[in-house]
């Protein structure tokens, strides 16, 4: 089973942003998917695929190593 949840991240601006964010992400137990729709002058769209819900401090830890801010 897997579940697909979507955070909001500001602060990305281009392609390195997204490889960053993505790289944090994909390391956290349990991701099997990132996908990030970038929107440079408002807040990008991060979905997340894994095996079980993951804490969300775990993922607000990963975006804040790649540079960038974790919306809720």
Excluded: F
């Amino acid at each position: 089973m897997s579940i697909t949840t979507t955070y909001s991240v500001s602060g990305m601006t281009c392609a390195h942003c997204v490889t960053a964010v993505t790289e944090e992400i994909s390391e956290i137990s349990g991701v099997s998917a990132v996908d990030i729709e970038l929107h440079e002058k408002a807040q990008s769209k991060v979905t997340v695929t894994s095996t079980a819900p993951l804490p969300l401090n775990a993922v607000r830890d990963a975006v804040d190593e790649a540079g960038y801010t974790l919306v809720v």
